[in-house]
């Protein structure tokens, strides 16, 4: 099924609970240029991402400090505001006229990465692909151009 922008942020700002969600997305990976034999072309990353939707970072980073037997006052943790966007529902983050699904990422594929559309091995491009620290709560806000399906609610939307 089809759906614009605007009824997507619509849907989702009637929702009050966190909500399941599967998304097939596309990036843009920046990649080192210094001696990249790629610099100059069309490299892109394409992952099936699953999590939840409609979460709250510090309540989630004080459940997780629990599991774990930590007390995040004591560790010196104390909650940031985002430091770009506005978080306009639990669910979408605007930035200039953009609009990003905030999603917390319970589990992701192995990346397909293509240079102009032609599949490569992770191998041939790790040398120049950006080293990311471990994470203990992943958020991605996936920018609605990027995503190419979402699931949600057990029915299948493609952003228009």
Not at 99 to 121: A, G, T
């Amino acid at each position: 099924m089809k759906i614009s922008k605007a009824a997507l942020v619509e849907m989702l700002s009637k929702e009050t609970e966190p909500l399941e969600v599967t998304l097939d997305c596309i990036s843009f990976p920046q990649l080192k240029k210094t001696g990249n034999p790629y610099k100059d072309r069309k490299v892109t990353k394409e992952t099936t991402l699953s999590g939840k939707i409609g979460k709250n970072y510090n309540t989630e980073k004080t459940i997780l400090a629990e599991k774990e037997g930590k007390n995040l006052e004591e560790s010196g943790y104390t909650a940031q505001p985002r430091t770009w966007g506005i978080l306009i529902n639990p669910y979408v983050v605007e930035h200039k006229g953009t609009y990003y699904l905030q999603v917390f990422v319970d589990k992701s594929s192995e990346p397909v990465y293509k240079i102009d559309d032609v599949v490569y091995d992770v191998c041939d491009l790790e040398d120049w692909l950006p080293k990311k620290a471990p994470q203990e709560i992943v958020i991605r806000d996936i920018k609605f151009e990027n995503i190419k399906k979402l699931i949600l609610k057990s029915q299948e939307y493609m952003i228009e």
